[in-house]
Structures are given as C-alpha cells and as structure tokens.
C-alpha cells in the first residue's frame, strides 16, 4: 500500500509541470482563454440544442467584454507568432471549437439537458467583472489544447538571406 502511495506521489509530481505548461504565465491571459472557451461552448448549445435567443442575450449583455477578449486574443497571437499570428488564432479557434464538438457528441442525447443550464447561470452573474472566473469555474478548455506558448514571440520579419548567412560565418568562425 506504500509502495502505491509513493507511486501516486510520484506521478502527480511529474504530471504537474505537463498540466501547468497548458497554463498562462499572466492571469489575465488565461482568463481571456477562458472566457473564449466559454463563448465557444455557448455557441455550441445554441446551434446544437436551439438555445439562440439565450446566445444572443449573452452576446448582448456581455458584448463589451467579448469584444475586448477577442481583441486581447489576437494582440496575443500576433504577439507570440509574428506574422502567423492571425492563422494561429483561427487555428486555435477551430480547435477549441472542433475539441468541444467532439465532447458534445460524446455525450450524446445528454449534451444539451447537462449543459443549458449554463445560460441561466451566466446571466444571473452580478455584473460582467465576474465573467472571466465563472468562465475559469466551468474549466471548458479541452486538454488537448495549449493556450499560452512557453516560447518567445517569433520575429516579425525574418532576417535575410545574406544577414542569415553572415550569421552562419560567424558562428562557424567560432568553433
């Protein structure tokens, strides 16, 4: 039973940095993913189980906050790849939205009773400020995705081939 208990230990131990490398260095860039990941979801009931009044009074409550994440989502893509950064985001878009889907047709018949509720619960929020940790609360992110890159943002513009070339020299002079 001890030598299970070390196991455990040791595996949670491990797994921590792989959980938290899908995690945002700042706090308010995981949030803007969350809030993204909940705005998905919506859209996935309302299309999925024909809640499109209750996505449209959400759009219409929140839409200043909404507006301000996908506007804070793409500065961050530009920002950490560059030139792509636009196909990055709609690469992440996609992906959260296709990992969501696969999860709602998982559930089956099931999805739509175990997940409307959402909409009631979002709109009895006190005021738009809380929408970032009720979005955190409802963990809507798949696994499978990487919200914030561990790398630096990529250059935006790429050295030429002479600059690289030059580079190439110097390195090799060295060794």
Do not use: W
Not at 146 to 167: I, L, N
């Amino acid at each position: 039973m001890r030598r299970l208990l070390s196991l455990l230990a040791a595996g949670i131990v491990i797994a921590q940095p792989a959980l938290a490398a899908s995690r945002c260095m700042a706090p308010a860039e995981q949030a803007m993913f969350e809030v993204a990941a909940l705005k998905s979801e919506l859209m996935l009931l309302a299309v999925g189980c024909q809640r499109g009044e209750q996505y449209n009074a959400f759009i219409a409550r929140y839409r200043p906050n909404l507006v301000e994440v996908d506007k804070n989502l793409n500065a961050y893509f530009r920002r950490a790849h560059g030139a792509h950064g636009q196909a990055e985001a709609d690469r992440f878009s996609t992906d959260l939205a296709n990992a969501q889907s696969t999860h709602a047709s998982s559930l089956g018949g099931d999805f739509c009773p175990r997940n409307s509720m959402i909409f009631a619960e979002v709109m009895a929020l006190p005021n738009a400020a809380d929408l970032a940790n009720f979005a955190a609360g409802k963990a809507l992110i798949p696994a499978s995705l990487t919200t914030c890159t561990a790398s630096p943002p990529a250059p935006a513009h790429p050295a030429r081939p002479a600059q690289r070339a030059a580079s190439l020299n110097v390195s090799a002079q060295r060794h």
